[in-house]
């Protein structure tokens, strides 16, 4: 069992389908799932900002939104949860909609097994996590690529908070960059003119 558990909002105004979800994912044994649930989309806000919620399951049909508006209420206001749509067989075009503006999975209700519905959560959950994570490095990469502060004297860097600190530390928190230290030839002849030919000449060449 894996072991941090699945923290999930099931967003869903049916109590026949409520029952059913939690039947499905009650016959999991290899991972601790903890199930929430709202029938709205306003209690389904008001939840998810309380924080811990890893994944919403979300009926496209509530008593205060239907269709793709539904789906679109939530993501907007928390682009950086994942959502998985549950859908019948009557809006199965709307769920494949809301999976191309961003819901990580859409499944259709009808059917459903444990192994298939937990498959569909873990995925949402790393496929989220992963985006993020690029999305951050992207954002550090364009970092790297703007105008940077440099001290004339020193060559260290103002970081955005206005302290001044190393290439080398400035770009180990923004790209995750390690530096392993040498000498180039100048400095090399400059620091140790007697030593200097014969270290570079001892060096293979690439």
Request: hydrophobic fraction near 40%; proline fraction near 4%; glycine fraction near 6%.
């Amino acid at each position: 069992m894996d072991s941090q558990p699945i923290r999930i909002l099931l967003v869903e105004d049916d109590s026949g389908d409520e029952a059913y979800i939690r039947d499905v994912l009650s016959e999991g044994k290899d991972q601790e799932i903890r199930i929430e649930t709202a029938d709205r989309v306003v209690t389904a806000l008001n939840r998810m900002e309380q924080g811990g919620v890893d994944v919403v399951l979300l009926d496209l049909s509530l008593p205060d939104s239907t269709g793709l508006a539904t789906f679109q209420k939530i993501h907007r206001a928390w682009p950086n949860i994942p959502i998985v749509v549950l859908t019948g067989l009557d809006d199965y075009y709307v769920a494949v909609q809301a999976a191309s503006e961003g819901a990580q999975d859409y499944l259709v209700k009808k059917g459903l097994d444990s192994g298939v519905l937990l498959r569909g959560i873990r995925y949402a959950v790393e496929r989220q996590s992963l985006m993020l994570k690029l999305q951050k490095a992207l954002e550090e990469v364009k970092t790297l690529k703007e105008l940077l502060p440099i001290c004339s004297g020193c060559k260290k860097i103002r970081d955005d908070q206005g302290y001044w600190q190393s290439v080398e530390k400035y770009l180990l928190d923004h790209a995750g960059v390690k530096f392993s230290h040498g000498l180039c030839p100048e400095c090399l002849r400059k620091m140790y003119p007697d030593l200097a030919e014969e270290i570079l000449n001892a060096v293979p060449k690439k």
